[in-house]
T-cell receptor, first 114, second 112 residues
Framework: DTAVSQTPKYLVTQMGNDKSIKCEQN?????MYWYKQDSKKFLKIMFS???????INETVPNRFSPKSPDKAHLNLHINSLELGDSAVYFC?????????????FGDGTRLSIL | SQKIEQNSEALNIQEGKTATLTCNYT??????LQWYRQDPGRGPVFLLL?????KEKRKERLKVTFDTTLKQSLFHITASQPADSATYLC???????????FGAGTRLFVKA
């Protein structure tokens, strides 16, 4: 059973296009996240949602719009894709509550902008 | 600004030896520190959590220390095996719990 699943795994598209990445978790977690891992391998948080409510928006361009239709899903829509958006995007989830709850990650979506 | 530093150079060790990875941080007072393992093409996998009031944690062959005075954590893998070869990420968080900051990771190669 996949705990955190992302689709698609690979996404190759042209500059200027709009694309979406989907994420689902079957762990019953309250909190979900989107991270961007660039070529230097830093994992940077983009958004955090708790019970479908946006908690963290780390100064991400408003071309990126997360949507959480329910606690188990957090999708990421990106408008007007730019070359600098090329990266691996990871979705994660965790239990809300005790400090330091581990995050469970999906296997990433590799986005390449041509 | 907050900064986490992990050795960017890969660590090469012989099977059976102890691997020690370092995580240093500045401009931050974390409530907790975590270590994750990441294999190529996969997402990070949680390994260990240590809180600010704890000095050391162990789990099987893994040991982590946390020195809030030095602002440093050490991650040890004893009796290392080739299967331990991966990138290991250090992560820090505060009491709010929603924002975790990750280091860039250290690549570990264990040779048979």
């Amino acid at each position: 059973d996949t705990a955190v699943s992302q689709t698609p795994k690979y996404l190759v598209t042209q500059m200027g296009n709009d694309k979406s990445i989907k994420c689902e978790q079957n762990l019953g977690h309250d909190t979900m996240y989107w991270y961007k891992q660039d070529s230097k391998k830093f994992l940077k948080i983009m958004f955090s949602y708790n019970n479908k409510e946006l908690i963290i928006n780390e100064t991400v361009p408003n071309r990126f719009s997360p949507k959480s239709p329910d606690k188990a899903h957090l999708n990421l829509h990106i408008n007007s894709l730019e070359l600098g958006d090329s990266a691996v995007y990871f979705c994660a989830s965790s239990i809300r509550g005790e400090v330091g709850q581990p995050q469970h990650f999906g296997d990433g979506t590799r986005l390449s902008i041509l | 600004s907050q900064k986490i530093e992990q050795n960017s150079e890969a660590l090469n060790i012989q099977e059976g030896k102890t691997a020690t990875l370092t995580c240093n941080y500045t401009n931050y007072s974390p409530a907790y520190l975590q270590w994750y393992r990441q294999d190529p093409g996969r997402g990070p996998v949680f390994l260990l959590l240590i809180r600010e009031n704890e000095k050391e944690k162990r789990k099987e062959r893994l040991k982590v220390t946390f020195d809030t005075t030095l602002k440093q954590s050490l991650f040890h893998i004893t009796a290392s095996q080739p299967a331990d070869s991966a990138t290991y990420l250090c992560a820090l968080g505060n009491t709010g719990g929603f924002k975790t900051i990750f280091g860039a990771g250290t690549r570990l190669f264990v040779k048979a």
